[in-house]
């Protein structure tokens, strides 16, 4: 079948951004995204194989999810609906992170806390190797059986402890990043796909979302060094309230994501 005509059955089953069809023809094809331009013909096992993942798209589910990994920081991530697939504004936190500790080269303890599916600690210590010394920790089992699996695939050696929140973490780090559950219940703006394919214990904290920054305001001066930095993740409208929360005994930052959203929290301690 010529390429033209299977994209266009494919678009039409799969009722999916043209962008997540890119993504799906070059998994399949195993090919760049800049060589679609010159595929002519599609041979009937790859297509069988797009016709099976668009009608996963079709059902709503994410095409993450139906692949089974994304791409992040340059890793490959396996993911389900178990665990929540990392965002790019996650990637840009990760990034930032990385970046710091690649121009400040001394070894340092980093606490990936609320880990999901482990990209970001597993991305730390891919880029950071040695100079990164990575604890990951998650209270859902499939998030702990996910890092683990990551860690593995990505052949980076980090501690990985299920714990809700820190009841089970010992000691001080120089970094806590931590991309906690911020989604209010019942909040209109989530994608039905997101509500329908992904895990609620990742997504919603009651409080208004705002549930585990508190608890961090409360306790995460007990297991940073003083210098030590910890960088949240949060919701579009959030990041003023955060902010105000660590007021007392830490200095803070607000940065923009790509977007010019006020997405990231970084809290100095003193």
């Given at each position: ?28 094809l ?39 990994f ?37 070894p ?41 699996k ?100 830490y ?20």
């Amino acid at each position: 079948m010529d390429y033209v005509t299977c994209r266009n059955k494919i678009e039409s089953l799969a009722n999916a951004d043209s962008s997540d069809i890119d993504w799906l023809f070059c998994e399949v094809l195993k090919i760049k995204r800049s060589e679609l331009a010159r595929i002519k013909i599609i041979d009937k096992t790859d297509y069988k194989k797009l016709v099976y993942y668009a009608k996963k798209l079709k059902r709503g589910m994410p095409l993450s999810i139906a692949l089974g990994f994304t791409e992040f920081c340059d890793n490959t991530i396996m993911v389900s609906s178990k665990v929540l697939t990392p965002r790019f504004e996650t990637e840009e936190l990760t990034s930032l992170v990385i970046k710091e500790i690649l121009n400040n080269p001394k070894p340092v303890k980093v606490l990936d806390l609320c880990c999901g599916s482990g990209a970001i600690g597993v991305s730390i210590k891919k880029k950071c190797k040695s100079l990164a010394n990575i604890t990951s920790s998650d209270i859902s089992r499939h998030a702990i059986k996910f890092t683990k699996k990551n860690a593995k695939i990505n052949k980076v050696d980090i501690h990985i402890i299920k714990s809700d929140m820190f009841k089970n973490i010992w000691g001080h780090f120089d970094y806590i990043v931590c991309n906690p559950p911020y989604i209010s219940y019942g909040d209109p703006e989530v994608q039905k796909n997101v509500n329908e394919w992904e895990p609620h214990l990742a997504l919603y904290a009651p409080e208004n979302g705002y549930k585990f920054y508190k608890i961090l305001s409360q306790q995460a001066k007990n297991y940073l060094f003083v210098g030590g930095k910890l960088c949240l993740e949060v919701g579009h409208t959030m990041a003023k309230t955060v902010a105000q929360m660590f007021k007392d005994n830490y200095a803070t930052n607000i940065i923009k994501d790509i977007n010019g959203i006020e997405r990231f929290v970084i809290i100095t301690k003193k």
